[in-house]
Each structure stands twice: as C-alpha cells, then as structure tokens.
C-alpha cells in the first residue's frame, strides 16, 4: 500500500478531498473480502493535476486523465477513481459521515458499510450482488458486538 499512501498524501497536501469506497472500503472496515483494486471517489480533478500525482506516486494512469480512471502501481493494487456513486449520494455528506481509518500517518475517509451495501445493491452488477450476503452479515455480526459492548460497559 506504500504507493496507494503516497498518493493519497499527495491528494491531502493539494486539498483534494476523497473517501474509500466499495469493497476496499469494506476492508478498512474489517469485512474478511478480497478485492483486486482500491476504490476512490474524489470530486473532478483538472487532468494536469491528476497527472502529475499519479506520477509522483509512482503511477501510470489510464482510462484517460480525469475521473472515472484507474492509477496502475507498479508494487499495489491498481486505484480506481470515480466521480459519484450509484446511489446519487453527495460527497460532501459522505465524508461527514465517514469513518476515519488511520494507515501509516494517512487519515482515509471510508465510506460506512450500510453506504456501501446500498452502492453495491444499486449497482446491480453480478460482482456486487455476489457480495451483498457477506456484507450484510458481516455488518449484522458488528452491530452484535457493538451492541454487547454496550451492555457490558454501560
């Protein structure tokens, strides 16, 4: 993830907001997924700027030089870039409700799992839909034990 960090840094240092999405996301949440890229959603980004980090970070971008596009790392997963969701939320919101999870000094936004369930039913495609029952399980088995925790503590 050295590179995926370095990026998400250089986003940081320009002011360019962004939050963890899909099954990447649901990761960071501690679902037990495999996933093949790192989801990001980020605002439109002017192409010379977006160029010029993923060079810094070590990336080649393709899909074009502007959001939806991917960052492929010679040494990470590649990095996905879109613009919006399924579920037409406002980015805005969603990093208000956002989780923060911190990975070597880098504070990421990500997307709470009850977002990402309802982007991935949205979607529709067999790759989200196949996911859903772990999801929602998984999300059932931590509010359990959140839930006792509160009990037990409270």
């Known amino acids: 993830m050295r590179q995926i960090l370095q990026f998400l840094r250089l986003l940081q240092k320009e002011k360019i907001p962004f939050i963890a999405i899909g099954m990447s996301a649901a990761r960071l949440h501690g679902a037990p997924v495999v996933t093949e890229d790192f989801d990001l ?20 971008l393709s899909g074009g030089r502007e959001p939806p596009c991917a960052l492929n790392f010679t040494e990470d997963l590649p990095v996905d870039l ?42 529709g495609r067999p790759k989200d839909l196949a996911a859903l029952p772990m999801l929602s399980n998984y999300l059932r088995a931590k509010r359990k034990v959140q839930s006792a925790r509160r009990r037990t503590t409270g």
């Not at 959603?41 to 990336?59: F, M």
């Not at 956002?98 to 309802?118: D, H, M, N, Q, T």
């Open 41 to 60: 959603w980020v605002p439109s980004i002017d192409a010379d700027t977006l160029e010029r980090l993923a060079t810094k970070s070590g990336a080649i």
């Open 82 to 123: 879109v613009r919006k969701l399924s579920t037409r939320l406002a980015l805005t919101y969603a990093l208000r409700i956002s989780k923060k999870v911190r990975l070597e000094g880098v504070a990421i936004p990500v997307l709470p799992l009850e977002e990402i369930i309802k982007s991935k039913k949205a979607a």
